[in-house]
């Protein structure tokens, strides 16, 4: 059967629609779901009631084949008609006017029953050769399907707690036969010994519920974000179940992306989708931090790789060797050990790192006292570090420019190379100082630079964002900057930016503590009678005129 380009294009998306619901034919129904992901946007906007129509339709299709076979005759005359787009919409409105889409029956949460109809993926039971991987064996204690998801999902769909646990239970009872082939008292045991409440003991049910979609039905940040985590949960059921007998299939292997794709599908009907984990975390621990963009893109792009090669190591697939040290380089205020601080919080949130701590040194203290002292002393700090961050402030002053005698730096150097390679899973080093003197720094030694792959440059803040930096810290302490005020911290911001002695954040921070000694001397000049306003709002006359080369008082690693 010959079709014009745009309906082999509708039928594409058809036929994928009748794969979710494991029909033997593809049906109008199907078809009109397929128009839906055609062009979504335009559909919804010209449709906006159809969506719901669609669901309930593609739900009520009973499930009879792993694959579709085609078209039936009613949707090959549907296509027959469809050349251009226009010829696509009038196809939309022949197709919600059929008797399956208009008296369909709202989806709901049903408890489906093995006679009515099959799985809504294939179970691979077949024989096969199993493939050894080095996929570990997951724990279900470890993730969230337990009965404070159960209960948080029964208060947002307003059902019973009892009714919610009977079909998490069933659809666990589901995907460990999908992936198995069987599921019996047997299986049933092993995989109530890693839940904390009762599965049925033999399979009632032949599909999933319609958990997800219900819970994304409002449209809610909350519910989406819970039925992105039930599905993550459902995924972990799948791997527990394939690794029972210690050894992962390639068929099961397959049931499990089968899966993966099944609940995809689902997430993306919802109308608000969650974000991801690590994309939440990081937001929530760098939303303090002014500017940096470029940063907090290459941070967060950085954070996705790692989160790609965890899972790829967790599904047994070939990963290349990965390395977390990095070089900032920036001017001093910039923000490095700052970022460096949150960004150790967010690998250790995604178990990336063992914990979030932090070692901060410099050369003085990694420089040991006399001859043979300095590695030790190295050692030592790389092994307090262990399992977090080592960040090395002005590391350029490792380079001692003794030519061909080794000094003390170089020494340090070559204990950090090799300690960056041997403990690359459990440490992150990074390495900070002016941009100019960093470079020299990386390329006085080949290995060195091999073992840090990313290079971020901190850029110097901007006028405005130094202003905000100050507000930031005022609303931390209390206090309110007035508009007098901003307008002053904004003038003695433009006239230190690029000045020869500009130390970025750590000026306005000096510049924003004079000021509230002064705004201090001010009120109690005024004893008792001073307004609680008066008491926490900063103005001009508080703001302190400082000379050029008086603002930065001291090295200071950091600056929040």
Known sequence: MSYSNLAETILDYAVTEAKRTQ????????????????????F??????????????????????????????????????????DDAWRVVEALLALDSVVNAKPAGIQEETAETSTPRFTSRSEPTEA??????????????????????????????????????????AFVSCAVLGVYSAKEATELQEATDFSLPTELVAASRSDILRQLGSDGSSDPTALAHTYALGLVSVASFAASMDDQVTENEIAVIDELRMSLRA???????????????????????????????????????????VQRRKARGLETANHSMHMAFLGNPGTGKTTVARLFAKALHEMNFLESD???????SGLIGEFMGHTEKKTNEIVDSALGGVLFIDEAYALVDGYNSQ??????????????????????????????????????????????IPLQLTFPDYSANELVEVAKRFAKKDGFQMDDTCVAKFLVIASNIVGSKSFANAR??????????????????????????????????????????????????????
């Open 44 to 85: 919804d906007e010209k449709y906006p009631d159809a969506t719901e129509k669609i669901r309930n339709a593609l739900a009520g299709i009973p499930s009879q084949s792993a694959r579709p076979n085609g078209p039936d005759e009613a949707a090959i005359k549907f296509l027959d008609q469809i050349d251009d787009p």
């Open 357 to 363: 701590k932090i070692v901060e040194v410099d050369r």
């Open 23 to 42: 029909s033997e034919k593809v049906s109008p129904v199907h078809l009109l779901a397929g128009i839906r992901q055609w062009n979504k946007r335009k």
């Open 406 to 451: 080794k000094g003390y730096g170089e020494e340090v150097v070559d204990v950090l190379v090799k300690r960056m390679e041997d403990n690359r899973d459990r440490l992150m080093v990074v390495v900070a100082g002016y941009a100019e003197p960093m470079h020299n720094f990386l390329n006085s030694n080949q290995g060195l630079k091999s073992r």
């Open 131 to 172: 493939v050894e991987t080095s996929q570990p064996k997951v724990s279900l204690a470890k993730i969230s399907i337990d009965t404070v998801m159960v209960a948080q999902i029964a208060a947002v769909l307003k059902f019973e707690p009892s009714i919610i646990e009977k079909l998490v239970g069933q659809d666990i």
């Open 266 to 308: 689902e997430l993306a009907e919802l109308e608000q989708p969650p974000k991801m984990a690590s994309k939440t975390s990081f937001d929530e621990l760098f939303f303090d931090i002014i500017g940096l963009e470029s940063v907090k893109k290459e941070l967060q792009q950085r954070l996705d790789y790692f989160t790609v």
């Open 507 to 560: 000026d306005i921070r000096n510049i924003y503590e004079r000021t509230v000694r002064n705004q201090f001397t001010r009120i109690a000049a005024l004893g008792d009678l001073a307004t609680t306003k008066e008491m926490v709002t900063l103005v001009d006359a508080d703001v302190a005129e400082l000379n050029p080369g008086e603002v930065v008082k001291a090295k200071q690693i950091g600056f929040m």
